[in-house]
């Protein structure tokens, strides 16, 4: 056997080995969320089934209160994936388009915010909330701790960086021609950014999407350090609701967790295309 066919032989089995630690933990969660307590208690959970149930989602989705924590967690990471993308994309334009000076300490400044970890500045940024008032009809508290609203902000001002980043590379791959054109044509800035570029960005911005609803939606420790009303927090929090201090029901927490990844699964399935050429584009132009 030569080198590079046990080279090809070893990179299919890591890749195998990969995905089956990747696909097997979630097979296992779906097969027991269809399986009652009483039966894995009394066989264990790898165990063949003797019957499968949907009681569990049933049971889930009335106890958790997963239609209200849904819609939270929808009216977090909605706003913050639009506004951070919006604002990631101008900066990213200014930084790869604009002659200005300061260009590459901006994308450094960006950058550098995805290296400071969030659990350093969880006590000034905590101490920050409580003394910004907000309007009584944008958060009931009258502040930005324990809102809605600061979780949008939290979230715009930690992925803000990374979209940036791949943003500003992936514009760098447009040539520069079609921009001399449209200001030879007398386009103006704006007419650059939001009728050549973002046009052109759009498998881009697709792949951000896809991974910023990902991270938002799943996110769970702004959720509870930076919200004390239990109603407000999104859909992770529900989980963590169905957990009991002595007796833990693992199978009515799987079927929640089944229920709470199919909104991320669907806007998957809906950008799969968009999400994939963004990848492929970004790792060969240029």
């Known amino acids: 056997m030569s080198a ?31 399986r009652p307590y009483s039966e894995t208690s009394q066989y264990g959970y790898v165990s063949l089934p003797h019957h499968l149930t949907l ?15 849904f819609i939270n967690s929808v009216e977090i990471t909605v706003p913050a994936v639009i506004v951070t993308l919006f604002l990631a994309s101008m900066v990213a334009f200014v930084v790869v388009r604009a002659d200005i000076k300061i260009n590459v300490a901006l994308l450094l400044l960006f950058t550098a915010g995805n290296l400071l970890p969030q659990q350093v500045i969880i006590t000034p940024l905590y101490r920050l909330y409580l003394l910004i008032p907000l309007p009584g009809f944008i958060s009931s508290s009258g502040l930005l701790y324990d809102s809605i609203a600061g979780l949008i902000v939290i979230n715009i001002a930690f ?52 991974l910023l609803t990902t991270w938002i939606y799943n996110d769970f420790f702004w959720a509870i350090t930076l919200m004390v009303t239990g109603s407000k927090r999104p859909i992770t929090s529900a989980l963590a609701n169905l957990q009991g201090q002595f007796v833990s029901n693992q199978n009515l927490i799987a079927a929640a967790a089944v229920m709470a990844a199919i909104p991320t699964l669907v806007v998957y399935i809906l950008l799969q295309k968009q999400f994939i050429a963004g990848l492929t584009l970004g790792a060969t132009k240029g």
């Not at 080279?7 to 195998?16: E, K, T």
């Not at 009681?55 to 924590?69: H, K």
């Open 4 to 34: 590079r066919r046990a080279g090809r032989i070893a990179a299919y089995g890591l890749m195998i080995g990969a995905s089956a630690l990747w696909v097997v933990p979630l097979l296992f969660a779906l097969y027991i969320s269809f």
């Open 55 to 69: 009681s569990n989602y049933l049971n889930a989705w009335t106890q958790a209160d997963l239609p209200r924590f």
């Open 159 to 210: 992925q803000t960086g990374f979209c940036v980043f791949v943003l500003s590379n992936y514009m760098r791959t447009i040539p520069g021609d079609m921009y001399e054109a449209a200001e030879v044509d007398g386009a103006s800035m704006w007419s650059r950014y939001w009728r050549l570029t973002l046009p052109l960005c759009r498998p881009a911005l697709a792949a951000l999407a896809t």
